[in-house]
């Protein structure tokens, strides 16, 4: 058997770190979870204090999405130029079409920063995966939605008992309503675990499941079009590289998708918070 000739970093087997080709008495080198596991660029992984691939670009989309809101916006002129009509476009696009639809428009202001700075870091992260040498969606490691969704919840929870109090706090969450007789206590048992476990849950996996899979699928594709370039393969790995393109153009819709659909699950929890009724 043929062993692939990988990197010096063991978790990591692209397509291009790899002599193996079909018919050459090698295996497939399929991806996995190892896909998703980086050695540290700095520190020691057993420590626990390290930083690696995954951090750096989170570190480095920040960086990019400050970068650019300050470009187009320390100066900012009565006719836009280019830079400053695509950062008030975006910004629009989240300030109206989400915030101000979901929560409304007087209740809503006061969140357009913090929902717009959501969206641009979501989609930031999730892009990384098309960028070429990134190749990595940084969503997809559940620790960074996991802390964004965590953000969401304390900041629904804090809500939503400031503004109907302690009694009127847990009514909201719970939804419970006495004119539903005997199985008032069981809804309202329902909706309290729906709400305040399955809820933060959910609104992270949501956006890391379908990052996962993504970059899964596009790294599947990538890594078959190298392995099947051998003799009559050949036919195969154009066809899987067609499939690469595909599913990069697709990615690019998800991407920008999943940033909304965060953000909009992000306003209707505020709306809820600040509703009346639950």
Not at 171 to 191: C, H, M, Q, R, Y
Not at 197 to 217: D, E, I, K, Q
């Amino acid at each position: 058997m043929k062993e692939p000739a990988v990197s010096a970093d063991p978790t990591q087997v692209l397509a291009f770190e790899t002599d193996c080709h079909i018919f050459d008495g090698c295996g497939f080198p399929a991806p996995g979870l190892h896909s998703f596991l980086f050695e540290p660029l700095w520190g020691d992984a057993d420590s626990n204090l390290y930083f690696n691939k995954p951090m750096l670009l989170a570190l480095l989309g920040s960086v990019i999405i400050v970068g650019f809101f300050w470009a187009a916006f320390a100066k900012p002129k009565i006719v836009p130029g280019k830079l400053q009509s695509v950062a008030e476009m975006g910004y629009d696009f989240i300030r109206r079409g989400v915030v101000h639809e979901t929560i409304g428009k007087r209740e809503g202001e006061k969140y357009v920063p913090l929902v717009v700075s959501l969206f641009f870091f979501v989609w930031m992260m999730n892009l990384w995966s098309i960028i070429p040498v990134a190749q990595f969606p940084v969503t997809s490691i559940i620790s960074y939605p996991a802390v964004l969704a965590a953000i969401v919840y304390v900041l629904w929870v804090s809500l939503t008992f400031k503004k109907h109090g302690w009694s009127g706090g847990w009514k909201n969450i719970t939804g419970f309503d006495k004119s539903l007789g005997p199985v008032a206590w069981l809804a309202a048992f329902i909706e309290l675990f729906s709400n305040l476990l399955v809820r933060p849950f959910t609104h992270a996996v949501r956006l890391f499941a379908n990052m996962f899979a993504g970059h899964t699928l596009l790294l599947l594709f990538t890594i078959a079009s190298w392995y099947l370039l051998n003799g009559i393969g050949i036919a195969y790995a154009g066809v899987s590289f067609v499939m690469v393109i595909v599913m990069t153009a697709f990615e690019l819709f998800i991407q920008a998708l999943q940033a909304y659909v965060f953000v909009l699950l992000t306003c209707t929890f505020i709306q809820g918070a600040l509703a009346k009724h639950h």
